[in-house]
Structure formats: C-alpha cells, structure tokens
C-alpha cells in the first residue's frame, strides 16, 4: 500500500460524491435534451431568431456532449470502486491521490498522464 492511498473514509467521501454527481448529471442531461432537438428550419421564425435558435442549440448540444462524457466517467470510476481499483491511474497504475480525487472524484488519471494526454 502506498503513501496516496485512499482511506476507507476518503473512499465512502468519494463514492457519495460520485453518486451525487451521477445523479446530477443525469438530472441535467434529461432537461436539457428538449433544447438540444434540431432547430426546426420550417417554422416561420426571422433569420436572426432563427440563427440565435441554431446557435443556442449548437451550445446545448456542446453542454450535453460535456454532461455525457463526464457521465461516462462517472460511472466508470464507480465501476473500478467495485472492483477495488478505484484511485489507480489507468494509464501508469500509480495513485490518482486524494487531492485530486475530492476536486475531480471521476478523474480516472494521475495529474501526470493527464497533463501528458492534454499535451499530446
Ligand atoms: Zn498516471
């Protein structure tokens, strides 16, 4: 066992956070899907109202694929706490580490892989 390694307490404090931020995910990705809906080009709307209602869709289309990806995180990371692998950086299995994790509890690298994949 390592120096980061998570305690049980910081582990149930993560796992409530990862819930929490599950549910909040889903929650924002189900009332947002109405306004991610295509823009209706038929309906006799101005050009300039119509060009705001393309863009306004085009940012909650962004917002959601955001939501999405996060969510997809989440439920990994909960996932490997499942599987006790939970903190373990997937690309170099060193710790994620506490500091990290309550600030970021789906990150699912070290500050250093994902300073590297950021670069890449
Ligand atoms: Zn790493």
Do not use: H, W
């Not at 694929?65 to 989440?74: D, E, F, P």
């Not at 950086?89 to 309550?102: N, T």
């Amino acid at each position: 066992m390592s120096m980061d390694a998570l305690t049980n307490e910081q582990m149930d404090e993560l796992r409530t956070a990862l819930l929490a931020l599950r549910d909040e995910l889903s929650r924002d990705l189900a009332g947002s899907s109405k306004a991610a809906q295509p823009v209706d080009l038929d309906q006799p709307i101005g050009r300039l109202s119509r060009m705001d209602a393309i863009q306004q869709q085009e940012m909650a289309q962004a917002t959601r694929a955001g939501a999405m990806l996060r969510l997809k995180q989440v439920e990994t990371a909960l996932r490997r706490m499942e599987k006790g692998e939970f903190g373990i950086c997937l690309e170099c299995e060193d710790d994620v580490g506490y500091a990290r994790l309550s600030a970021r509890p789906e990150a699912l690298l070290c500050v250093n892989c994902q300073q590297k994949r950021e670069s890449r």
